[in-house]
């Protein structure tokens, strides 16, 4: 679904910020797995990996005081229609200053098209949950947003109080 990173003080390693990074994803059985990928990488020791569905993962975060305000970073991208879901989790975990990406909110371009057009099967059902998240993170007073033009665009959100 996304990685979620927090820094764990300023110690250097190689170079890098040795930071904590959080992975939620329910795709541990895909040909390539998460934990595959973060193997690899040699970034092990740097990550938690969850499975499983990450809506429940980010209310047992939300419990622990601790971790609110504290995450610099926070990347979704996952089911659409929980979209909104998240937000409403995230914009709680992330600092002030912080970053939270939304991937694909442009939604491959539906989000533009009349609303009788012609769209893939797959894109048509979920069309709505970005248009209602694209119209939310808009009046969001919490954050400030822009458009990344990568694939069908990240909205980049910095939380502002
Ligand atoms: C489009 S993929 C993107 C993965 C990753 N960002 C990447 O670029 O490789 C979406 C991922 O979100 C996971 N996912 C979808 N719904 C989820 C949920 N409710 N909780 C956790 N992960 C979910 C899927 O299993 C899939 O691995």
Redesign the pocket.
């Known amino acids: ?3 979620e990173m927090q820094n764990e003080g300023g110690a250097e390693t190689r170079g890098l910020k040795r930071c904590q990074i959080w992975v ?4 541990s059985s ?1 040909p390539t797995t ?1 934990t595959s ?1 973060i193997e690899k990488a040699g970034v092990a020791h740097k990550i938690n990996f969850k499975e ?4 429940p ?1 980010l209310t047992s975060f939300l419990k622990n005081e601790n971790k609110k305000g504290t995450f610099n970073f926070v ?1 979704v ?3 659409k229609n ?1 979209y909104l879901n998240y937000h409403k989790r995230v914009i709680d975990l992330v600092k002030v200053g912080g970053l939270i990406g939304y ?2 909110t442009l939604w491959v371009g539906s989000v533009a098209a009349p609303p009788d057009a012609l769209l893939m099967d797959y894109i048509k059902p979920l069309r709505i949950y970005v248009l209602e998240l694209n119209k939310y993170l808009g009046q969001d007073s919490r954050i400030e947003i822009f458009q990344l033009s990568v694939g069908d665009e990240i909205t980049l959100c910095r939380r502002i109080i």
């Open positions: 679904m996304g990685a939620a994803s329910s795709s895909a998460p990928i499983g569905h990450v809506l993962f990347f991208d996952g089911d929980n991937d694909n």
